[in-house]
Nanobody, 124 residues
Framework: QVQLVESGGGLVQAGGSLTLSCVTS????????VGWFRQAPGKEREFVAT????????YYGDSVKGRFTISEDNAKNTVYLQMNNLTPEDPAAYFC?????????????????WGQGTQVTVSS
């Protein structure tokens, strides 16, 4: 089993920045990649970004490309999501998730382990 705990959510003004953290524990040697997803009320869970564990290859959803950056600190078993230039379209619960394969890295179905989520709110 792999456990993931997110932190760093909160309230930020539009145009501001926020950094989310995702600490992994447990059988982390099984992790192939870690991703971030978000879900706003009444909407489907949306892919935000993913990083290949210990390799650093990254992919982003179109709505965050150029504004968000995913990174990893392997020594701390932590993945970060740096979010810049936040807009009123970005508020949601943000979840980190771990996958054990290369398949479906952009879809929730590709991830076996999930954190509880952290809320991001953007004020205009």
């Amino acid at each position: 089993q792999v456990q993931l705990v997110e932190s760093g959510g909160g309230l930020v003004q539009a145009g501001g920045s926020l950094t989310l953290s995702c600490v992994t524990s447990g059988r982390t040697f099984n992790i192939y990649g870690v991703g971030w997803f978000r879900q706003a009320p009444g909407k489907e869970r949306e892919f935000v970004a993913t990083i290949t564990w210990n390799v650093g290859t990254t992919y982003y959803g179109d709505s965050v490309k150029g504004r968000f950056t995913i990174s990893e600190d392997n020594a701390k078993n932590t993945v970060y999501l740096q979010m810049n230039n936040l807009t009123p379209e970005d508020p949601a619960a943000y979840f980190c998730a771990a996958r054990t394969s290369t398949l479906n890295w952009g879809q929730p179905v590709g991830y076996s382990y999930w954190g509880q989520g952290t809320q991001v709110t953007v004020s205009s």
